[in-house]
T-cell receptor, first 119, second 109 residues
Framework: GAVVSQHPSRVICKSGTSVKIECRSLDFQATTMFWYRQFPKQSLMLMATSNEGSKATYEQGVEKDKFLINHASLTLSTLTVTSAHPEDSSFYIC???????????????FGPGTRLTVL | KQEVTQIPAALSVPEGENLVLNCSFTDSAIYNLQWFRQDPGKGLTSLLLIQSSQREQTSGRLNASLDKSSGRSTLYIAASQPGDSATYLCAVRSNDMRFGAGTRLTVKP
């Protein structure tokens, strides 16, 4: 089946530092990956859409210079939270849109999420 | 911009009851609609995926329906169990996937 992994699953950092979160599609290629953010007791909010080899498209209100997204290969996208502040503390979930024969094409598969706590 | 609404926001039922969760969306031009389950502090578990050409999908005690023209979907859970307690999210896929705010379900033993 299609599996999306995220690393790390949990990170605690000091205010002002940068944190990188990796999202990998383990057994399929993903031309498009999505990053979501979820605050406590709220739903998932789309932050940005990234296509392999091109710049990410950010949703309104999401600072592209703060949330750096790199989608350098068909199986890896990274989200870097730069100069993190306590208000960036959230649950970050990535998803990958599958492309290929072994999985249901054009279906989004979700990673397990990364819990970021900024002190 | 697609907007997804879920009603009710929270629901508490005794074990064994059948229940219905509702999802509505504003733009009927969708590829598919998906229901997820999320346990506290955890990621998403996909429950049912309904393609735009389909009317319903069933998996065990779960049945999801889709009425694309009216912008509605329901998730029916039969014979609810305490283990069904979780937040249920509805997500609609157009160019991207948009989520509702979820229904927090509690099934009391």
């Amino acid at each position: 089946g299609a599996v999306v992994s995220q690393h790390p699953s949990r990170v605690i950092c000091k205010s002002g530092t940068s944190v990188k979160i990796e999202c990998r599609s383990l057994d399929f290629q993903a031309t498009t990956m999505f990053w979501y953010r979820q605050f406590p007791k709220q739903s998932l909010m789309l932050m940005a859409t990234s296509n392999e080899g091109s710049k990410a498209t950010y949703e309104q209100g999401v600072e592209k210079d703060k949330f750096l997204i790199n989608h350098a290969s068909l199986t890896l996208s990274t989200l870097t939270v730069t100069s993190a502040h306590p208000e960036d503390s959230s649950f970050y979930i990535c998803s990958a849109r599958a492309f290929g024969l072994a999985v249901l094409t054009d279906t989004q598969y979700f990673g397990p999420g990364t819990r970021l706590t900024v002190l | 911009k697609q907007e997804v609404t879920q009603i009710p926001a929270a629901l508490s039922v005794p074990e064994g009851e059948n229940l219905v969760l509702n999802c509505s969306f504003t733009d009927s031009a969708i590829y598919n609609l998906q229901w997820f389950r999320q346990d506290p502090g955890k990621g998403l578990t996909s429950l049912l995926l309904i393609q735009s050409s389909q009317r319903e999908q069933t998996s065990g005690r779960l049945n999801a329906s889709l009425d694309k023209s009216s912008g509605r979907s329901t998730l029916y859970i039969a014979a609810s169990q305490p283990g069904d307690s979780a937040t249920y999210l509805c997500a609609v896929r157009s160019n991207d996937m948009r989520f509702g705010a979820g229904t927090r379900l509690t099934v009391k033993p």
